[in-house]
């Protein structure tokens, strides 16, 4: 890690989960809200892609942001856009498949983006 901001655009999930973890980075999460609803990682600030541009005043352009989707397409998209737009972004590789496969929290259920169900 070189100084605050990761110097790779693309983390397994494993490592995303202990950079979250540590509070060392902002997780972004793209996918829609039915997806949302149906497993999130605690720690996930949810900005659909088709919400982003309209909503890009919401992410922290002093933090590490982590993307996220459901197998890590949408979510290296994202990162690009985001590199190229000078935010320090980096793809959590293989997604929220990869979050759960590794033992990283999650929640299910249906509720309020962002609350805790």
Known sequence: MGGPYLSEDEVSAARAHEIVAAGEAWLLDVREAYEWEEV???????IPLS?????????????????????????????????????????????????ESVGAPIERGAGPAGAVS
């Open 40 to 46: 999130r990682s605690p720690e996930a600030h949810l």
């Open 51 to 99: 919400q982003l541009q309209d909503r890009q005043d919401e992410l922290p352009e002093d933090r590490q942001i982590l993307v996220i989707c459901h197998s890590g397409a949408r979510s290296r998209m994202v990162t690009d856009a985001l590199v190229r737009a000078d935010f320090p972004a980096a793809n959590v590789a293989g997604g929220m498949i990869a979050w």
